[in-house]
């Protein structure tokens, strides 16, 4: 896999991300705790999906376009399908940052580390269970 | 000078073929230093360095097929001597609020978990007491967890391996996980 591929790869991630956080952020009442880690998790997955844009205009290569819609998993008709809906989120968008890390480097690799970070984090605050290696384990 | 990195590396692959996929049986080149294969067991620094870190390969031996790895050992010894710490500080904590345990006990399994990967049997640092206030005995390790959460993803943007780039990326957000569990003790 190349760097690029794998640019590509998690942009697409992170388009479906921002797709899915949307969906839950329309779904309940607005002060609910589901509400605000989604709003939470949609700023944070724009910023990075801002900045692997950036990455990819930076190397002269289309960066993948969102697509017209996603296929969710399952219906997200309450809080628990909500927050299954951000484990799965975070828990490929790890995958995707995983595979960037290992194919980066410099400030591309430093952004896509920081991104499985930060979507390790959100996972666990979704319910996840932590893990010994998020992204990279058998998930 | 006995020669443990070269077992350490074997186990390294032995242990880690979904972590360090793509681990070539290159021939031991360069003798490296012991200092790298550990920290002293001793330390009590929350973020421990190798105390003799030469990751510069032999003279004129750039393109040598080991260079890379030697590079990236001072990298292994950080994450392996983080690890140890840790495992420690979860013991002191344990020790004096035995309730934490249930919490703990999966986050100081995942610590040895890395340890495995990294190829280290070493043993936990025997871990300074844990403070008398429970809040702040979890506060200490949350802490320590955020520090090692940095220091792996410094190394990992550091590494020359990209394979070793990953491991440490993801070992970083396992230690990110562990603080927020913590937080909810």
Known sequence: ????????????????????????GGRFDADSGVVRLAIEAHSEHRAVRDALVEALLGREESPVPTEPGYELPAPVDGAAAARALGRLIEDRCGVLHAALVATAEGVERRLAAQALVDSAVRAVRWGAAPSAFPGVGAT | VPAPPISRRLLLCATTA????????EPAAAPRSPATTGADPGSTTADPSPTTADPKPTAGGTDSPDTEVSADDPLVANAVAGALELAGAYTALVVRHPDTRRTTAPLRAHLLEHLAALGDDGRPTRPAPAARSRRRAVQAVVTAERAAAAARMEDAVAAASGDLAR?????AASHAQHAVELEEL
């Open chain 1, 1 to 24: 896999v190349t760097a690029i591929a794998a640019l590509q790869a998690a942009l697409a991630g992170e388009h479906a991300a921002i797709y899915g956080y949307s969906v839950i």
């Open chain 2, 167 to 171: 491991a440490l990326a993801s070992i």
């Open chain 2, 18 to 25: 979904v972590l360090l996929s793509g681990c070539s049986d």
